[in-house]
């Protein structure tokens, strides 16, 4: 757990503004992925769906990209909260212009009674960063109130080649300072940026025993998709491509689930799953408390 929050700390320290306008900006891919793998397809959905939810939290919110997102789309009265171990200070800053937004620090694993109770809770890109997801999970799921919904994001079990890859990767530079694991994911940005680049795809059969799936790819997500994470997006600049690559390999807290462990979860905590999304890197699953 060390190792993941110097690697949290230092990623949102050294890019207090990565992603952010991508994230508030509609039609990006960052925005669209948010709002599709949770089910509501535009921004229009997103502020249906939060219309009657008075208590809003973020758990774990990073630089408050996606805590600024919510509080965009909720009603003006919605309390939205948002709560980060290692970048409060940093989601405070950037957010000090929302009168409808609170920042706090606290561990997802520690006592969190004091934020009260919420009936949205937003938890996704960070349980897998615990080091007991499922124990995190349920002692988030304590504050939903009665009729409240609970949204997480968590990584997915990947292909055999791929997890081997990451996991190299990962103990390869997990004790370098920052600058320098941040170089080598420059560098891995960088094939991202080449194979993105080919514009090209590629056809393959099924091959099940490395875990690809037949079909055709872009090029660069063909690789990435079964052999190694090298993230590229031409919506971010080079040091934040380089940044995202480091927020998946500098962290030695990087659980990958399936969806029946995650649907247990749900289940464990008294929740009814009411959406649920799997893509080729993680599993959204929103679940619902019943109303008294």
């Not at 990209?65 to 200070?89: C, I, N, S, Y």
């Amino acid at each position: 757990m060390q190792n993941t929050a110097r690697s949290f700390h230092d990623k949102w320290h050294e890019n207090p503004d990565l992603a952010f306008r991508a994230t508030l900006t509609p039609g990006s891919d960052i925005q669209t992925w948010i709002l599709r793998r949770n089910g509501w397809d535009t921004p229009e959905g997103l502020e249906a769906f939060l219309r009657d939810r008075g208590r809003v939290l973020d758990a774990g919110c990073g630089n408050g990209r996606v805590t600024a997102l919510l509080a965009q789309f909720a009603p003006a009265e919605t309390d939205v909260v948002g709560v980060d171990l290692t970048a409060a200070d940093v989601a405070r800053e950037n957010l000090a212009d929302l009168p409808n937004v609170a920042i706090h620090e606290g561990d997802l694993l520690g006592d969190l009674g004091a934020l009260g109770e919420f009936d949205f809770i937003y938890c996704q890109e960070v349980l897998h960063h615990t080091s007991d997801p499922a124990a995190a999970f349920a002692n988030v799921a304590s504050l939903l109130r009665p009729g409240g919904e609970y949204a997480i994001y968590v990584y997915r079990i990947k292909a055999p080649v791929r997890e081997f890859t990451d996991d190299h990767v990962r103990a390869a530079i997990a004790d370098l300072p920052y600058e320098e694991a941040l170089d080598v994911s420059r560098r891995i940005a960088e094939v991202g940026r080449a194979l993105a680049d080919l514009k090209a795809e590629v056809t393959v059969p099924e091959i099940a025993q490395l875990g690809i799936e037949g079909g055709t790819y872009d090029v660069q997500r063909f690789v990435y998709h079964f052999f190694m994470k090298c993230f590229w997006s031409d919506e971010l600049d080079p040091e934040a491509n380089a940044a995202i690559n480091y927020d998946w390999y500098h962290p030695q807290d990087c659980s990958r689930h399936t969806l029946d462990e995650v649907r247990g979860w749900f289940a464990a905590s008294g929740l009814d799953v009411v959406h649920e999304h799997v893509d080729p890197y993680g599993i959204t699953v929103r679940g619902r408390r019943a109303p008294r």
